[in-house]
T-cell receptor, first 116, second 115 residues
Framework: GAGVSQSPSNKVTEKGKDVELRCDPI?????LYWYRQRLGQGLEFLIY????????KSGLPSDRFSAERTGESVSTLTIQRTQQEDSAVYLC??????????????FGPGTRLTVL | AQTVTQSQPEMSVQEAETVTLSCTYDTSESDYYLFWYKQPPSRQMILVIRQEAYKQQNATENRFSVNFQKAAKSFSLKISDSQLGDAAMYFCAYRGNFGNEKLTFGTGTRLTIIP
C-alpha cells in the first residue's frame, strides 16, 4: 500500500514569507506526527495529532509554527514569517493509533525547507 | 524527560562482517518502546526493528537483532552479514506509553560499509 507522502519535496523561500508543508498519512492511520531535523542532527518532535485533535504541541518552537489536520487525513504545518533558523527537513510520520503497542511510526520522505 | 544517547558518531565495517551500534537511554517509566531507524542519503526514515520493554526476548528481523538490557537501559543493534545497502545513518529512538507518544531520538551513528 501507499506510504506517507509529503509535499513539496523541497521548498526555498525568502525570510519573512509564510510556508505550508503538507503530509498525507497512510490510509487508516489515525495518529500523525511532525518532526524537524536540522542539518546533521537527530529529529526533534514538533506536534502530534490523534484524529484531528492535537494532544501534544509541546515541541512547536514558537507561535510562528502551527499545524492542523482535517479528520484523519491530511495535515498541514504552517510556518509564518520564516527565519533562517527554520531551515531544516520537516518529517511527517503516521501510526495506527497514538500510544500503546500499535503505535509504530512510519515516516514520509520529508520536506527540505531552505530560508534565504 | 527521557534522553537517548548514541556515543558512536561514526562506525565502519567490512562487507559481510558484523557490527554493533550502541544506544543508551534514561527514563523513569517502566513501560516503553524502543526503535532503531535507518536514514539513507535519500533521507527517508526506515524502521529497522522495535522492542517492547515488557518483553524479555530480544527482537530480531532477518540480519538485524538487538541486545536489550532493561536494567542497564541499553539497546544495541547488531547487523550481521553487512551489505553495501546497509550504509546509512542509524537512529535509536524511545517512546513512552499513553501520554508520552512522541519519539525521542539519539543523535545518530553514521555507518559506512567497506567493500
Amino acid at each position: 500500500g501507499a506510504g506517507v507522502s509529503q509535499s513539496p519535496s523541497n521548498k526555498v523561500t525568502e525570510k519573512g514569507k509564510d510556508v505550508e508543508l503538507r503530509c498525507d498519512p497512510i490510509s487508516g492511520h489515525t495518529a500523525l506526527y511532525w518532526y524537524r531535523q536540522r542539518l546533521g542532527q537527530g529529529l526533534e518532535f514538533l506536534i502530534y495529532f490523534q484524529g484531528n485533535s492535537a494532544p501534544d504541541k509541546s515541541g512547536l518552537p514558537s507561535d510562528r509554527f502551527s499545524a492542523e489536520r482535517t479528520g484523519e487525513s491530511v495535515s498541514t504545518l504552517t510556518i509564518q514569517r520564516t527565519q533562517q533558523e527554520d531551515s531544516a527537513v520537516y518529517l511527517c510520520a503516521s501510526s495506527l493509533k497514538a500510544g500503546g503497542p500499535t503505535d509504530t511510526q512510519y515516516f514520509g520522505p520529508g520536506t527540505r525547507l531552505t530560508v534565504l | 524527560a527521557q534522553t537517548v544517547t548514541q556515543s558512536q558518531p561514526e562506525m565502519s565495517v567490512q562487507e559481510a562482517e558484523t557490527v554493533t551500534l550502541s544506544c543508551t537511554y534514561d527514563t523513569s517509566e517502566s513501560d516503553y518502546y524502543l526503535f532503531w531507524y535507518k536514514q539513507p542519503p535519500s533521507r527517508q526514515m526506515i524502521l529497522v526493528i522495535r522492542q517492547e520493554a515488557y518483553k524479555q526476548q530480544n527482537a530480531t528481523e532477518n540480519r538485524f537483532s538487538v541486545n536489550f538490557q532493561k536494567a542497564a537501559k541499553s539497546f544495541s543493534l547488531k547487523i550481521s552479514d553487512s551489505q553495501l545497502g546497509d550504509a546509512a545513518m542509524y537512529f535509536c529512538a524511545y517512546r513512552g506509553n499513553f501520554g508520552n507518544e512522541k519519539l525521542t531520538f539519539g543523535t545518530g551513528t553514521r555507518l559506512t560499509i567497506i567493500p
